[in-house]
């Protein structure tokens, strides 16, 4: 080994509690979410150690986090999570009132893996949809035509969202 753990217990500890936040907007469930955020970090440390650290350590973490996700929804049939609404305290901080977060819970059950990656990416993280794009290894246009089909399906479960007739309609 060359050293290099201080370094990457440094880097850890630095995005630890964001990252566990995006994995659990994706994977609503909160031992899946460190288990996928743990596993990505595991492969980024083997590429760390060999390699050095990546050039974007941050976001090559969290492309290896998604795709991860990604990958791990193909093999799944259900998407049936367990929710206690103590699950929701600190997904979106003490601004944002518990039932609107509940709402919002409700409503990303409802997407595909994809879809809800690019929303979370989208609006939480607040990538472009260039950036997605390249995260995700597909084109612009896929990104858009996801989100325009993540926002209809919302709209299409409006007693899950009210607002979500107001998300802005995407032109692909």
Not at 75 to 90: F, I, K, Q
Not at 138 to 164: F, I, K, M, N, P
């Amino acid at each position: 080994m060359r050293g290099d753990l201080p370094d990457f217990e440094e880097f850890v500890a630095a995005r630890q509690h964001r990252l566990l936040r995006v994995a659990f907007l994706l994977t609503r469930d909160h031992h899946r979410a460190e288990d996928l955020l743990q596993d990505a970090f595991v492969k980024v440390y083997r590429r760390w150690r060999h390699e050095g650290p990546p050039e974007h350590s941050e976001a090559y973490l969290r492309r290896v986090m998604v795709n991860m996700y990604i990958s791990s929804r193909r093999h799944r049939r259900s998407t049936e999570v367990p929710l206690l609404e103590d699950d929701l305290v600190d997904t979106a901080g003490p601004s944002v009132p518990t039932d609107d977060r509940l709402i919002v819970w409700r409503a990303l059950g409802v997407l595909t893996a994809r879809q809800r990656a690019v929303l979370v990416l989208r609006i939480y993280e607040g990538m472009t949809d260039e950036e997605i794009a390249d995260l995700l290894h597909c084109a612009t246009g896929t990104v858009r035509s996801l989100a325009s089909r993540a926002y209809t399906t919302l709209r299409t479960h409006s007693e899950l969202l009210d607002w979500a007739a107001s998300a802005p309609k995407e032109k692909c």
